[in-house]
């Protein structure tokens, strides 16, 4: 069809006869989920890993080589990102015979600063829409055993009190649903979306984390027996659910 903005304009063709219009509702406001840039990833990344635990507030970051590496970037990339998060507070530099970049060891309360609400709603539901995707995709092909490491994250979060404990699990047990059915397609998406709402979405507090956990079971569970519209229902329920957040 003819896109009356010419072959570079914006999608969707905006006021298509055949496209309806959207109805009114929460879901049609939000804002379009775009790429990142490099620096905007290597921000989202880092923010992952202190989610993860895997940096603590406090600790040296890797040299700027090694990360770019890691992340497939270039070094002046990675310099000028965390030039950046420096600037923001997010970051700390150090010079001297023990220098280097730190992450800030007041990070959450930095942090909170980057709230986005609306941000943060687009990239929810973009995640939604991912995680519903892979269900459907993954529906009677799962190898045997494929959920024992996703089993084993909703246990502990039963068993966990701990708050950071708690965000850090919950955020395992996403990256694992998309390691495990996204057969190596959806883990960095997942992990990008998972990033941006660490700096972006409010926290949850821990009663509403361990409430949702009911959610991964149920989707274990439903996935496990085969039974597609239930698995869908607790991947909505699980996002409807998402909720109030709360300082730090
Ligand atoms: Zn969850």
Redesign the pocket.
């Known amino acids: 069809m003819a896109n009356s903005a010419g072959k570079f304009g914006p999608y969707p063709a905006s006021a298509s006869a055949a496209s309806p219009a959207p109805a009114r509702g929460a879901n049609t406001a939000r804002l379009p989920v775009r790429q990142q840039t490099g620096a905007e990833l290597i921000r989202s990344r880092i923010a992952l890993r202190v989610r993860l635990a895997v940096l603590a507030p406090g600790e040296r970051l890797p040299d700027t080589g090694v990360i770019a590496e890691e992340l497939g970037m270039s070094e002046m990339t990675v310099r000028r990102a965390l030039e950046t998060m420096c600037q923001d507070g997010l970051l700390d530099r150090r010079r001297g015979r023990v220098g280097g970049t730190f992450i800030a060891s007041n990070w959450d309360e930095i942090a909170a600063a980057f709230r986005d609400e609306e941000q943060a709603a687009s990239l929810e539901d973009f995640h939604l829409l991912l995680e519903c995707g892979l269900v459907a995709r993954s529906a009677d092909e799962l190898p045997p055993n494929w959920d024992s490491g996703l089993l084993a994250v909703v246990d502990e979060m039963n068993a966990a009190d701990d708050h950071a404990e708690l965000l850090r699990l919950?955020t395992c047990?996403?990256l694992g649903l998309a390691e495990a059915l996204g057969n190596g397609m959806a883990g960095e998406q997942v992990a990008d979306l998972l990033g941006r709402l660490c700096l972006l979405a409010a926290v949850p507090a821990p009663g509403l984390l361990q409430e949702?956990?009911k959610?991964?079971a149920d989707l274990l569970a439903a996935l496990e027996l085969g039974r597609l519209d239930a698995a869908v229902g607790a991947v909505k329920a699980?996002q409807v659910g998402r909720g109030v957040g709360v300082g730090v």
Request: hydrophobic share 10%; proline share 0%.
């Open positions: 919950e047990f996403h949702r956990n959610h991964h699980h």
